[in-house]
């Protein structure tokens, strides 16, 4: 993971949970295009495509359903603060799957920033698996 200034919970609380949900876009979109080119020979359109599938806010609400229960309690505040931060969806996105899905992109953000890489790659790990399902 790219390397950065660790900033402490105290600040981090201070961050609106969109902009938690920016950075946390950012990291996911940086996992799922990495995985989807890893050991893969296809061209960047099909790459492109097949990254967009995974990164839509119908996909990442269903793999933060599949991830909730294993999260911590500090971890399902952040994603009810970014379930329930005022955004307006895309045209295209359900907007009950973009709320779940700007939690979901929260609580990346909330880790990076952190510096919580063993936990961030755990849970990416596991989203990428379900996602791939």
Same mark, same amino acid.
């Given at each position: 993971?790219?390397? $950065?200034?660790?900033?402490?919970?105290?600040?981090?609380?201070? !961050?609106?949970?969109? &902009?938690?949900?920016?950075? %946390? #876009? &950012?990291? !996911?979109?940086? &996992?799922? *295009?990495?995985?989807?080119?890893? %050991?893969?020979?296809?061209?960047?359109?099909?790459? $492109?495509?097949?990254?967009? /599938?995974?990164? *839509? &806010?119908?996909?990442?609400?269903?793999?933060?359903?599949?991830?909730?229960? %294993?999260?911590?309690?500090?971890?399902?505040?952040?994603?009810?603060? =970014?379930?329930?931060?005022?955004? /307006?969806?895309?045209?295209?996105? #359900?907007?009950?799957?973009?709320?779940? /899905?700007? =939690? !979901?992109?929260?609580?990346? =953000?909330?880790?990076?920033?952190? =510096?919580?890489?063993?936990?961030?790659?755990?849970?990416? #790990?596991?989203?990428?698996? %379900?996602?791939?399902?």
């Amino acid at each position: 993971m790219l390397k $950065h200034e660790i900033i402490d919970e105290k600040t981090l609380r201070e !961050f609106s949970p969109v &902009a938690l949900a920016y950075v %946390g #876009d &950012a990291v !996911f979109e940086l &996992a799922v *295009r990495t995985r989807v080119m890893t %050991g893969s020979r296809k061209k960047v359109r099909e790459l $492109h495509l097949e990254t967009v /599938s995974m990164v *839509r &806010a119908e996909s990442q609400a269903r793999v933060l359903k599949q991830l909730l229960r %294993g999260l911590s309690e500090d971890e399902k505040d952040i994603v009810r603060r =970014g379930r329930n931060a005022k955004s /307006s969806p895309p045209k295209n996105a #359900d907007p009950a799957d973009y709320q779940l /899905s700007t =939690g !979901f992109e929260a609580l990346l =953000g909330w880790l990076y920033l952190q =510096g919580e890489e063993k936990r961030l790659q755990y849970l990416l #790990d596991l989203a990428l698996s %379900g996602v791939e399902e």
